[in-house]
């Protein structure tokens, strides 16, 4: 497969994923949240880690043989090493202090580096 035909279906993969985790933000948007505290400011909620699940679980089943490095496994985990592998990069909930106040204003970012290339 030529790289630019991987590129193509990584992207794909990566839109779907987001799609499906887009559906888990938009349900819990105005339900009441259960907060924790990650760190002195950061929030995390129930919703980054169902997300950052979700997300997970597709990229892995689309692509088995990559890296992954998520912002909610790392936080409880700790650092996750960038290798030339293909890896993932996700922070499935990308705005958690807007979600939790209501503030419309969120996303999912993935990336994705080869060869420690984004």
Same mark, same amino acid.
């Given at each position: 497969?030529?790289? !630019? ?6 992207? #794909?993969?990566? +839109? ?13 948007? %105005? ?12 929030? +995390? ?11 997970? !679980? ?14 909610? /496994? /790392?936080?409880? %985990?700790?650092? *996750?090493?960038? *290798?030339? #592998?293909?890896?993932?990069? +996700?922070? &499935?909930?990308?705005?958690? /202090? !807007? ?13 994705? /580096?080869?060869?420690? +290339? &984004?």
């Amino acid at each position: 497969m030529a790289q !630019n035909d991987s590129l193509s279906e990584f992207l #794909e993969t990566a +839109v779907e994923a987001a799609k499906r985790a887009g559906e888990i933000i938009r349900e819990g948007f %105005y339900k009441t949240k259960h907060v924790e505290h990650k760190g002195l400011v950061d929030l +995390v909620t129930e919703t980054d880690k169902a997300c950052e699940d979700l997300i997970f !679980n597709h990229l892995k089943q689309q692509h088995p043989s990559h890296k992954f490095i998520g912002e909610e /496994t /790392t936080a409880a %985990y700790g650092i *996750t090493e960038l *290798t030339d #592998e293909p890896t993932w990069i +996700v922070d &499935p909930l990308d705005g958690t /202090t !807007n979600f939790v106040h209501g503030f419309p204003f969120v996303c999912i970012s993935i990336g994705l /580096t080869i060869g420690k +290339v &984004p």
